[in-house]
């Protein structure tokens, strides 16, 4: 396949395998879309599928997905460690091959306009395919109320009775990465997580928050890697491990939520691994390698 497309949609639902087998079978119906990877958690009680296709049919695919995500979650009946508004919480396109950033930008607007239109749920745009400012970052949406939001891009301007809103664009690839803490004390992860993040003066291009995972009894800092050129896999681990023997603690192992390309890294694979802990690991975990696996050339 010479034109690939990426998109990363997080369903709100990581403890029920026969929803998400239902989520991602209604996803590979379509022609030309891959699934390369899927990740549940139940702490969180959210599903990440990573998947992959021609920027002609990406979108059937991701709206097949979130059209049995909505006749499946319930968010009146969701809770979890990680924030949310929607059944369908958050889903970007991401330009991998022969795509550009504008294709894909055209490619969200119009997933997001086909949502709003058949399911009934409001849309809102964000990343580089914003059409505010004020809402191009997602915790600009994310933390504020409904009415605080203004009105949606796309669809009715209350929230979906049990689906809530979706937030879709266009961005460059992210990494979801976390760090779990030899201690059970959330306070300390939450603590990390203002040092290191960009917002409060720590590395560029880090977004981190702090959480208490009830089925490890330990607590975690959760990371998105905006930008893995300014802060890299290393750089991410370093930063929580420093942190972390401040507070009295320690980081333990890390892991990969989906897929990293593998310029994330660093020079060698293997050493990186190694060092930042990472556990599971396989090389169906680097971006490029699951390309070549799953989709046709």
């Known amino acids: 396949m010479n034109r690939i497309v990426e998109c990363v949609p997080n ?29 549940m958690d139940p702490d969180y009680n959210r599903a990440v599928l990573t998947m992959a296709g021609s920027p002609e049919r990406i979108a059937d695919g991701v709206f097949a997905a979130i059209a049995t995500a909505t006749e ?5 009946n ?30 969200a607007r119009k ?13 809102f745009l964000y990343e580089a395919a914003a059409t505010r400012h004020d809402r191009a ?48 004390d959330v306070d300390i992860a939450k603590k990390i997580a203002r040092q290191i993040r960009t917002s409060g003066g720590g590395l560029p291009a880090l977004k981190a928050i702090g959480v208490f995972l009830e089925s490890r009894g330990n607590a975690q800092v959760s990371m998105n ?14 930063a929580v491990s420093r942190q972390a023997k401040v507070f009295g603690t320690r ?8 897929l990293a390309p593998r310029a994330a890294f660093g020079p060698s694979i293997e050493s990186t691994v190694k060092t930042i802990r990472m556990e599971p690991f396989s090389p169906s975990m680097v971006l490029e390698t699951r390309l070549a696996d799953i989709i046709p050339k």
């Open 11 to 39: 369903f709100s639902e990581g403890r029920r395998t026969d929803i998400i087998d239902a989520i991602e079978n209604a996803a590979r119906s379509i022609p030309d879309v891959y699934i390369l990877d899927r990740h």
């Open 72 to 76: 499946q979650i319930d968010l009146r």
């Open 78 to 107: 969701q809770n979890g460690e990680h924030p949310r508004l929607g059944a369908s919480d958050v889903v970007p396109f991401v330009p991998i091959k022969g795509v550009t950033m504008s294709e894909c930008v055209d490619i």
């Open 111 to 123: 997933a997001a306009q086909r949502i709003a239109d058949e399911l009934h749920i409001p849309v």
């Open 137 to 184: 970052r997602l915790e600009q949406i994310r933390t504020l109320d409904h009415e605080g939001r203004g009105a949606p891009d796309f669809g009715p301007a209350d929230l979906h009775s049990t689906a809530g809103a979706i937030v879709i664009g266009a961005r460059k690839p992210l990494i979801a990465y976390n760090v779990d803490l030899e201690t059970a």
């Open 225 to 238: 890697l905006t930008d893995y050129e300014q802060t890299s896999l290393l750089q991410a681990y370093t």
């Open 251 to 258: 980081a333990s192992t890390s892991e990969l939520i989906g």
